[in-house]
Antibody, heavy 118, light 106 residues
């Protein structure tokens, strides 16, 4: 069964950094676009970033451009999100999902919570 | 950027009701449209992709239609487990989600 398991969330001060990881299993990561989506407490879904199968194309929502970096290591079956210069408004549950440009999110992890607060 | 507008934001219905949710894209996205169901504390679940294709394992009471800029999700006979929040999503150009429609018990 396809599984996506996120980790790396936690409490961080404004201006700080975190690196989220997503471990993929039971499918060949290198065959799929992958994405990060976040959901602030009590709010809707917000797309954060997409990355192509080989990492050659990356796209970001405007609010995180220049601060977040999506990456992947297909050999380690892992997806990452490096988050720098964190703000209070980045507080959310962060999901990784299989899918990207012209591919819907058919599998999602359970999410990892990021809280940005002093 | 493509904006997605869902309506209504909240819908009150009873078990057995036929329910329709509408999603409008700010520009044509062909059929690159998905619908998700999300229950409290859970990850989104894919219901419909390519505007009208039913994801494996999803009950046939769920259906999707539309193309271009206008799309609908229909639940033919609402069941107790269907009370949840539903999101549309375009995946033609990056991803964008609608604001969600909460289906609650009338």
């Amino acid at each position: 069964e396809v599984q996506l398991v996120e980790s790396g969330g936690g409490l961080v001060q404004p201006g700080g950094s975190l690196r989220l990881s997503c471990a993929a299993s039971e499918f060949t990561l290198s065959s799929y676009w992958m994405s990060w989506v976040r959901q602030a407490p009590g709010k809707g879904l917000e797309w954060v970033a997409n990355i192509k199968q080989d990492g050659s194309e990356k796209y970001y929502v405007d609010s995180v451009k220049g601060r977040f970096t999506i990456s992947r290591d297909n050999a380690k079956n892992s997806l990452y999100l490096q988050m720098n210069s964190l703000r209070a408004e980045d507080t959310a549950l962060y999901y990784c999902a299989r899918g990207g440009i012209r591919w819907s999110g058919d599998y999602w992890g359970q999410g990892t919570l990021v809280t940005v607060s002093s | 950027d493509i904006q997605m507008t869902q309506s209504p934001s909240t819908l009150s219905a009873s078990v057995g009701d036929r329910v329709t949710i509408t999603c409008r894209a700010s520009q044509s996205i062909s059929s690159w449209l998905a619908w998700y169901q999300q229950k409290p504390g859970k990850a989104p679940k894919l219901l419909i992709y390519q505007a009208s294709s039913l994801e494996s394992g999803v009950p046939s009471r769920f259906s999707g239609s539309g193309s271009g800029t206008e799309f609908t999700l229909t639940i033919s006979s609402l069941q107790p487990g269907d009370f949840a929040t539903y999101y549309c999503q375009q995946y033609d150009n990056y991803w964008t989600f609608g604001q969600g429609t909460k289906v609650e018990i009338k």
